[in-house]
């Protein structure tokens, strides 16, 4: 009678261990997730960045007609109605 329980509890245990080590949510997959989380959120940062950049030019562009025409006056040489454009060559 006193055979079969230290048996059954050594099983139990070695079950136990088993899924610590191999199973799912096992240390070694937790850890593994931890090392893409960290990946993943320096990722988001760099993105966080660059929508916040795209979304202060977007709202410079839709609210301040200035910036358009300073654009548009360095890249196409807009020139203004009664507004004499001088180009000196340097």
């Known amino acids: 009678m006193r055979r079969p329980l230290p048996l059954?509890?050594?099983?139990?245990?070695?079950i136990?261990?088993?899924?610590?080590?191999l199973g799912r949510g096992s240390l070694p997959s937790v850890w593994q997730l931890g090392?893409?989380?960290?990946?993943q959120k320096k990722q988001n940062a760099v993105a966080q960045r660059t929508n916040e950049q795209l979304v202060s030019?977007?709202?410079?562009l839709r609210e301040g007609l200035e910036m358009v025409e300073e654009q548009?006056?360095?890249?196409?040489?807009m020139v203004k109605p009664n507004e004499i454009f001088v180009q000196i060559a340097k």
């Open 57 to 60: 030019e977007l709202r410079d």
């Open 35 to 39: 090392q893409q989380l960290q990946v």
């Open 72 to 77: 548009a006056r360095k890249e196409i040489g």
């Open 8 to 14: 059954i509890l050594i099983g139990l245990l070695l």
């Open 16 to 21: 136990l261990q088993g899924q610590l080590w």
